[in-house]
C-alpha cells in the first residue's frame, strides 16, 4: 500500500538537551544530542521499522565547460562519512505493528558527535599517513546558508554551492518490504545541526619555498631613490607561521573574538656607503579563504591553486577577507655595523626557526653596515557584534577525502623612499594559518577514568621486563629461506571501490559499511540495526548550456 498526502505519518523531530530554542542547533566534538521523534498516523498504517540516525556527508560537484556541443556537465560527487543508528526497543511498537489512526507514538533518542572517523570512511589511496589521518577528522558543518549562523542571524562561511558539508538527524519509516525486498519509505524527515568539531592545533607547514609553492615566507626587492633613480639598498621581509586563530565553542554566549600576532623581520642591505633605509609606511593584512573540492578522492593535503585550475575533477573557490591596515611610520630602524652575519639557510628552516635579524640579502656587503626592524601585528578575525560588524563566519581548518578547507594570512608592507615618485615600494607574504576551535566544556569523555586507569594498566602490565629465553631456535627458523608467520589481527574482507584503485571496507554496526544499507532486524526485544556506510558516489548529468559560476 503507497501512502499519498494526508494519509502519509506526521513525523516531528523535537530536541530536548536545551536547544530546542536554537535558531539551529550548534554542537562540538563529544557533546550529547538527546531528542525525541514523534509519529502521528492519519489513518492505520502499517509500519515494520522506525529508523533514527546521526549522518553526516560531504556533496560536491564540479562543472565541466563543453567546446563541441550547447550544453554543459555536471559532475556530482557524494560522501556519507558517518551514520549512527538509534537501536529500538519492540516494546515501543504495537504488537501488530500497525500504528491506529489519530495516536501518536515516541521514540527517544540520544546520539554522541564523534571526535573521529571509523577508517572505513576513508578507504582510498593517499600519498601518506598524514593525508589519511586528515580524513578522518570529522568536517564542520559548511556550504549551507541556513545552518551558517550566529545567533539567530544568517552569515556567510565563504563556501561555493558546489561543496557542502552537512550534518542531521533523520528519521525513515518503513512499511512492508515490497516483492524487489526493498523497503518501502511512508515517511521519511530530517533535521539540521550545526557542527563544529574540536580542532587542535596542528604544527607549523613546513614549506619549500620554490616558485611553485603557494605560501611565501621571505620577499627581497631592490630599493630605489625614486623613478629612474639609482638603487638605495636591498629590503628583506620575512617572517613564519604564526599560532593558529583558535574559535570559542558552538552556542558560547558573547565569545571573544579569535586573536593571534605575527612578527615580521625587516631587513636593509645598503647598496653605498652612507645610504638609509627607507621609512615604513602602512602594513595591510588580508586573509584568504580557499576551499579546495572534487569529485573523485583527493590523495594530497592541497595547498597548490594550480593543480586545481582547468581540471575537469577538481576545482576551487577563493575568497579575501580584509582584517586591518595599520601605520608603521613609527617602526625604527637598528643599524648594526658587525661584519659576521649568520649563515644563509634554506627558507624551509625558516619556517621552523624566527630569527630577530633575517638573513643577508643577495646583493648584501660585508663592509657596510645594515639594519633591521622588528613588527609585531596583531591578527583578528571580524565578528558581528550587536547586529553590525562583518557577516562572515569561519569554521576550523579541515580536510576530507572530496573537500578540504585552508586560510592563508596575505600581508602587504608599503615604505617610502627619499624621493617618492607615483609607485610606492611594496613587499608582499602569504603565511600559512590555522584556524583551530575549542570543544565543549561540558562534553562528556570518551572513556570514563575507569576505562582509562584499565588501559594504562594493561598497557604496563605489556611492557613489563619478562626472562629471556635461552632456548635454542628450532630447525625449522634456521633453514635458508624459512620464513615465520607472525599473527596479527585479521583483516576485514574489501571489495573494489567506485574508483580505480580504491576499496572499501566490509563493516558493519554503527557506521556501517559502503554501499548496501540493511533495515536491520529483530534481535530479542531490541531491534538491532546495521547501518552500512556507503562509499563514494557519482553520477553524470547533463543539462541546457549555463554560465559556469564564477571562482575569485
Not at 504495537?94 to 491506529?100: H, M, T, V, W
Request: hydrophobic share 30%; aromatic share 6%; net charge neutral.
Amino acid at each position: 500500500m503507497v501512502y499519498r498526502g494526508k494519509d502519509k505519518p506526521v513525523v516531528e523531530i523535537r530536541l530536548t538537551d536545551g536547544q530546542q530554542d536554537a535558531f539551529i542547533p550548534s554542537y562540538s566534538s563529544l557533546d550529547q544530542i538527546q531528542g525525541n521523534v514523534s509519529v502521528a498516523a492519519s489513518v492505520d498504517t502499517k509500519v515494520e521499522q522506525v529508523f533514527i540516525t546521526f549522518e553526516g556527508g560531504t556533496r560536491t560537484y564540479v562543472e565541466k565547460t563543453a567546446t563541441t556541443a550547447p550544453t554543459n556537465d555536471r559532475l556530482n560527487a557524494y560522501h556519507t562519512f558517518v551514520r549512527l543508528v538509534q537501536p529500538m526497543d519492540d516494546a515501543i511498537f504495537p504488537e501488530s505493528g500497525i500504528f491506529k489512526a489519530g495516536e501518536t507514538y515516541n521514540f527517544p533518542f540520544i546520539f554522541a558527535v564523534p571526535d573521529r572517523l571509523l577508517p572505513s570512511s576513508c578507504t582510498h589511496q593517499t600519498e601518506n599517513d598524514t593525508v589519511h589521518q586528515a580524513h578522518l577528522q570529522p568536517p564542520p558543518t559548511l556550504g549551507d546558508p541556513l545552518t551558517a549562523v550566529w545567533g539567530k542571524s544568517l552569515m556567510d562561511d565563504m563556501s561555493p554551492d558546489m561543496a557542502v558539508v552537512s550534518w542531521c538527524i533523520r528519521v525513515r519509516v518503513t512499511s512492508v518490504a515490497r516483492t524487489d525486498n526493498k523497503p518501502a519509505y511512508v515517511a521519511d524527515d530530517s533535521k539540521k545541526i550545526r557542527v563544529v568539531p574540536a580542532v587542535p592545533e596542528h604544527p607549523p607547514i613546513v614549506t619549500l619555498g620554490g616558485k611553485e609553492d603557494e605560501y611565501r615566507l621571505r620577499k627581497e626587492k631592490c630599493i630605489k631613490k625614486g623613478t629612474f633613480k639609482k638603487r638605495l639598498g636591498t629590503m628583506v621581509m620575512e617572517s613564519t607561521q604564526p599560532r593558529s586563530l583558535r574559535l570559542p565553542p558552538p552556542g558560547t554566549d558573547n565569545p571573544a573574538s579569535a586573536t593571534t600576532s605575527a612578527l615580521v623581520n625587516v631587513r636593509f642591505d645598503p647598496a653605498y656607503p652612507g645610504a638609509q633605509p627607507p621609512r615604513l609606511e602602512t602594513l595591510v593584512t588580508k586573509l584568504k579563504v580557499a576551499t579546495f573540492y572534487a569529485t573523485s578522492p583527493m590523495t594530497e593535503i592541497p595547498h597548490r591553486s594550480s593543480d586545481y585550475h582547468f581540471n575537469p575533477s577538481r576545482s576551487l573557490f577563493v575568497e579575501s577577507v580584509p582584517l586591518s591596515s595599520r601605520c608603521m611610520a613609527s617602526a625604527q630602524w637598528d643599524m648594526h655595523t658587525s661584519p659576521t652575519s649568520p649563515p644563509r639557510r634554506h627558507s624551509a628552516v625558516s619556517t621552523i626557526h624566527n630569527p630577530k635579524i633575517p638573513d643577508p640579502s643577495s646583493s648584501y656587503k660585508e663592509q657596510l653596515p645594515y639594519y633591521s626592524a622588528h613588527l609585531v601585528v596583531p591578527i583578528t578575525l571580524p565578528r558581528k557584534e550587536n547586529g553590525t560588524g562583518s557577516n562572515k563566519i569561519f569554521v576550523p581548518t579541515f580536510h576530507t577525502c572530496l573537500l578540504s578547507r585552508i586560510y592563508v594570512l596575505d600581508m602587504i608592507l608599503s615604505c617610502l623612499t627619499p624621493d617618492p615618485s607615483i609607485t610606492i615600494p611594496t613587499m608582499r607574504l602569504k603565511l600559512p594559518i590555522q584556524i583551530s576551535a575549542e570543544g565543549s566544556p561540558d562534553a562528556s569523555p570518551s572513556i570514563s577514568e575507569d576505562e582509562a586507569q584499565a588501559i594504562a594498566q594493561r598497557e604496563a602490565e605489556e611492557f613489563t621486563w619478562q626472562p629471556r629465553s635461552l632456548v635454542p631456535p628450532s630447525p625449522e627458523d634456521t633453514e635458508p629461506g624459512a620464513t615465520r608467520h607472525i599473527p596479527g589481527p585479521s583483516s576485514p574482507p574489501y571489495t573494489e571501490g567506485t574508483f580505480p584503485g580504491a576499496s572499501q571496507a566490509q563493516r558493519s554496526g554503527s557506521m556501517g559499511s559502503p554501499q548496501t544499507e540493511s533495515m536491520g532486524e529483530r534481535t530479542g526485544n531490541v531491534r538491532a540495526h546495521t547501518s552500512p556506510l556507503p562509499d563514494y558516489s557519482v553520477r553524470q548529468m547533463t543539462r541546457p548550456n549555463v554560465s559556469s559560476p564564477t571562482l575569485q
